[in-house]
């Protein structure tokens, strides 16, 4: 079975409803910020990303949001659907080196 | 185009055995890193290469080696197995400057040390 999500912060929203996900990051430097979703048993999947010269950015059903001024992410999903319940990681790029990954959020959608 | 390819898929090792993880893209991506994960803990960085015959250590080396001889492969070596080597193992790869810096992980590699 999956024991990747044991511990983690859990988010349950009801299907249709709208989720948001937090993250905070820890160094003022980074300048590139990226949320991934893993689904049980698979690797990390890339969702959105931004840079640091921006406060928001849209994709299909997800919406990121950076506040540098507190070091806060955000991730947003439009109408949730069981398909989006999954564990999310916010990972943020310190200058030019390797991503560092938050411990990540469960969600987990009610039908 | 199969992106990033890990094999073994999974793994039960004595403790004190040794084994090889091996990585590879076919995406013509310069930097690979292998990560490690455990319940609670995030993904936490045990090397990276920035190119062919180069290789760096990240959060947690102790234990591990690597090797990237070919830019396409990166591999993954314990040379005496714990029982705290036990973990879900990705590997990753990415562009440098001047594109979208996101990863490509892998589908894992899950590890028993006993």
């Known amino acids: 079975g999956e024991s990747v999500g044991l511990h983690l912060p859990t988010l349950s929203v009801q299907e249709g409803d709208n989720s948001i996900i937090n993250c905070a990051y820890s160094?003022?430097?980074?300048?590139?910020f990226i949320w991934y979703k893993q689904e049980s048993g698979k690797g990390p999947q890339f969702i959105i990303d931004?840079?640091?010269?921006?406060d928001k950015r849209q994709g299909q059903r997800v919406t990121v949001l950076l506040n540098k001024t507190v070091k806060h992410l955000s991730l947003q999903i439009a109408a949730t659907q069981p398909g989006d319940s999954a564990v999310y990681f916010c990972?943020?790029?310190?200058?030019?080196?390797?991503?560092?990954f938050g411990k990540g959020t469960r969600l987990s959608v009610i039908a | 185009n199969a992106g990033v390819t890990q094999t073994p898929k999974f793994r039960v090792l004595k403790t004190g055995q040794s084994m090889t993880l091996l990585c590879a893209q076919d995406?013509?991506?310069?930097?690979m890193y292998w990560y490690r994960q455990d319940p609670g803990m995030g993904l936490r960085l045990i090397h990276y290469?920035?190119?062919?015959?180069?290789?760096a250590k990240g959060e947690v080396p102790d234990g591990y080696n690597v090797s990237r001889l070919k830019k396409q492969n990166f591999l993954l070596g314990l040379e005496s197995a714990a029982p705290s080597q036990t973990s879900v193992y990705f590997c990753?790869?990415?562009?440098?400057?001047?594109?979208?810096?996101?990863?490509?992980f892998g589908s894992g590699t899950r590890l028993t040390v006993v």
């Open positions: 990753a790869s990415s562009y440098t400057r001047g594109r979208n810096y996101g990863y490509t």
């Open positions: 160094n003022s430097a980074s300048d590139y």
């Open positions: 931004i840079r640091s010269n921006m």
């Open positions: 990972a943020e790029r310190p200058g030019n080196t390797p991503l560092v």
């Open positions: 995406m013509n991506h310069e930097y």
């Open positions: 290469s920035v190119g062919e015959g180069t290789t």
